[in-house]
């Protein structure tokens, strides 16, 4: 696997190397990878300072220290979502100057108490908009397992910076597909977790009337699990904290979703990949219960006019409140806004409601089955310019990430937690992502079940995590 966030934690607690020299790693790398461009902002001076605290911790207080999972292990935030203290996000955006760092976030408190020593910020597109990560002020994020590729939006930096070994692991957020995409761009692990699992507050400036999660993108399941469990919970948010649920031990009736449809169809080689998950899950004595697209086309289709009118309002309120000079955003989010602008109140609630009814059936869905395994992404990571924000075409754009990934929105509209790991290869030695939902408040068993295709073992990194002894 050439290694993840938990062996570098673990390198470091036994004194293979220091947390310090981890972060040196980390920083040379981001030095050599600079054309990568998965890092939009990196502040040496505050990796270096928070590497040397915590070896001082490790001498002082090592019962302490071993009690954190990733002491002493190098992290990047996110350009959007947090804020983490120091280091000031521009949400992609000209509109901003990278000037001060708002105090941490409750989430990103939650980060540091769990050791994790960060550096900079990753790429993200202006305000969250785009599936690719290439923000008109750069840098354009590139994929490190064929640079002429997207890694993925909005979350590409970071998915780039963890498949590149940069880092082990990196802050992501999602509302709409955004951890799962990069993630499965890059070959690695993303899930959304359940709405409100994860802590949102004080300000709740990346809600997004509830569509919006934050958590971070992997190397395994096992990192996913490890920092879900530290991250969640106690999220004083407004919703009720979901009530964790055991993992299953036994036989689960796992929904089997091998089409997308006509319209959004979805490569022959990718949905190969999600019925071979299928039956290595049927081996183990799941009952594999067969979905066609028609009990989700309704679902899909709503879960993305939610996305567009949801994200248009807020970006419209954005401007307003912050007295944004729009005219300096690219034309793509300028036409968003007007878009917000634009939208009756009326319509906007028809929208809502018609969310509510996305979540009430796949509640329905899950009276049959336990969980659903489907594809996420439609073709191969696009090309370099697939997303263009040059224009003012907002359904031409939104048509494009739908048609690229159709499923990734149903999980945001709905809150029910889902899960993407890489289960294979193309013939271009690309990943071949599957996607697994659960009902609410079950990640475990979504961990469980990714755990067991990891363990067959049908994808590799290519790169190695840097500074990890051999």
Same mark, same amino acid.
């Given at each position: ?6 062996? +570098? ?83 992609g955006s000209g509109l901003f100057e990278r000037r001060g760092g708002e105090a941490d976030s409750d ?13 900079? +910020?990753? %790429? ?63 070959? +690695? ?34 990192? %996913? ?176 990430? %739908? ?16 899960? %993407? ?8 030695a690309m990943p071949l992502p599957v996607q697994i939902m659960a009902p609410m408040g079950h990640e ?27």
């Amino acid at each position: 696997m050439q290694g993840d966030a938990t062996d +570098l934690a673990a390198a470091i607690r036994r004194g293979s190397l220091s947390a310090a020299e981890a972060m040196q790693a980390s920083l040379e790398a981001a030095a050599r990878q600079e054309p990568l461009g998965a890092i939009a902002y990196l502040d040496a001076a505050m990796g270096l300072a928070s590497a040397d605290a915590c070896d001082r911790e490790r001498r002082s207080e090592p019962e302490r220290f071993a009690a954190m999972p990733f002491a002493g292990v190098p992290t990047l935030a996110k350009d959007l979502g947090g804020p983490f203290a120091g280091l000031p996000v521009t949400a992609g955006s000209g509109l901003f100057e990278r000037r001060g760092g708002e105090a941490d976030s409750d989430l990103a408190a939650r980060f540091r108490d769990a050791g994790f020593c960060l550096f900079g +910020l990753t %790429t993200s597109p202006e305000f969250g908009l785009s599936l690719a990560s290439e923000p008109a002020i750069g840098p354009i994020c590139r994929n490190p397992l064929d640079p002429a590729r997207t890694a993925g939006g909005s979350s590409g930096g970071a998915a780039a910076a963890v498949a590149a070994g940069i880092v082990a692991i990196a802050h992501a957020t999602d509302a709409g597909g955004s951890i799962r995409v990069p993630a499965a761009c890059c070959g +690695l692990v993303g899930m959304k977790p359940t709405r409100g699992a994860i802590p949102g507050g004080p300000s709740f400036g990346n809600h997004l009337a509830g569509i919006a999660s934050e958590l971070a993108v992997c190397r395994s399941v096992r990192d %996913t699990a490890l920092i879900f469990d530290r991250l969640s919970g106690k999220s004083r948010g407004p919703f009720p904290d979901p009530s964790p649920v055991d993992s299953d031990n036994g036989r689960l009736r796992i929904g089997l979703l091998a089409d997308t449809g006509s319209a959004y169809p979805t490569e022959g080689i990718r949905l190969a990949a999600v019925e071979a998950a299928a039956r290595v899950l049927e081996s183990d004595g799941h009952e594999i219960v067969p979905l066609n697209w028609a009990e989700f086309e309704w679902s899909v289709t709503s879960s993305g006019r939610a996305f567009a009118d949801i994200v248009s309002v807020n970006l419209a309120a954005l401007m307003k409140a912050a007295a944004l000079d729009e005219s300096r955003a690219e034309p793509l989010t300028q036409a968003f806004a007007a878009r917000g602008r634009a939208l009756p109140a009326t319509s906007l609630w028809n929208t809502l409601n018609e969310a509510v009814l996305v979540s009430g059936k796949l509640w329905a869905l899950f009276d049959r089955v336990d969980c659903i395994l489907m594809p996420l992404l439609s073709s191969a990571p696009l090309v370099i310019g697939s997303f263009p924000s040059d224009h003012a075409d907002t359904d031409l754009h939104l048509e494009r990430m %739908t048609a690229f990934a159709p499923l990734a929105c149903l999980a945001n509209i709905s809150g029910f937690p889902a899960l %993407t790991l890489p289960f294979g290869q193309d013939e271009h030695a690309m990943p071949l992502p599957v996607q697994i939902m659960a009902p609410m408040g079950h990640e475990p068993r979504l961990l469980s079940l990714a755990a067991r295709l990891e363990a067959e073992g049908r994808w590799q990194h290519r790169f190695p995590v840097v500074g990890l002894p051999s």
